[in-house]
């Protein structure tokens, strides 16, 4: 999904504002747009992020031909249909994320399924998937699992709130660069060489088969899957919550994940002062009890 934390997550910036004709933003056209993102997305945005939503918000400007982020506000105020207002959530969470970002917790996911074998399949949801490289590596993951044991099969669920993401995530293409981040063995199985662009590589059609790509907003509490899943990942998505807000992220996360599953959160993030009933097992990894279990045993 989302960050500007601290320098893990690259964000896409464009142009800023200062280029033309196009004036800067006002305190009250910052807290109008910044309202607006918190009541659609739960996004907190604080007054010393004005100059980073200028920079984003400007893309929009320009795509509409806007001279005024006041211009822009009217579009948003006018959008009955939610267009716009889909358009505007987009821009801001846009990021960057990596292959096998903070490995230790796919090295988690792999002993702690081998610990634990399943007859059924294995649900995972990334829950903020991003531009997909997070579902992918853990396909990429499962599948190595799945030659070790044979009889492993699994799902992945991956959502995020941004749906040009999830459109590009389809197609499973990236930027040669990226290759460096996975790891020598997979690139050899699970990379294949682009037909349409020398610059870019797509993953294998059978880590596709495996995950479904959803729209989701966290802040959609009641919204459920029908699903209990053995693992959950949230990671690098907290931060940009209130603490009030990512309490009920997590506690909607939580209900939907199986006793004895895994949930996974940011290196730098932390549910330990949340009051979300998980227990601490490794690096920003949480175990939900089994049942008839407390997190104080």
Known sequence: MHSENQGQTRSYFIEPPSVGNTQGMTQAEFDYFST?????????????KRSMLEMRLYKRLSALKLHTYSDYMRVLQKDTSGVELVAFTNVITTNKTAFFREQRHFNVLRNDILKHPR????????????????PFSLAMQCEAIKNE????DYRILATDVDTQ?????????YPNEQREDIPPLFQHQFI?????D???FTVAERLKQNIKFRQHNLIHYPEKFG????????RNVLFYFPRSTGEKVVRALVSQL?????????????LQHMDVGLELVDVSVYRKPELGGSVDE
């Open 227 to 234: 699903i209990q899943f053995q693992y959950i990942f949230l």
């Open 198 to 200: 020398a610059n870019t």
């Open 258 to 270: 199986q006793p004895g599953g895994l949930f996974f959160v940011g290196l730098t993030e932390s």
């Open 165 to 173: 993401r999830l459109e590009a995530c389809g197609l499973g293409e």
């Open 36 to 48: 607006l993102i918190f009541q659609h997305a739960g996004i907190k945005l604080e007054n010393e």
């Open 192 to 196: 294949e060489r682009s037909a349409r």
């Open 119 to 134: 007859s059924e399949k294995t649900f995972i949801w990334s829950a903020a998937c991003s531009s997909g490289e997070e």
């Open 149 to 152: 044991r044979a009889n492993f």
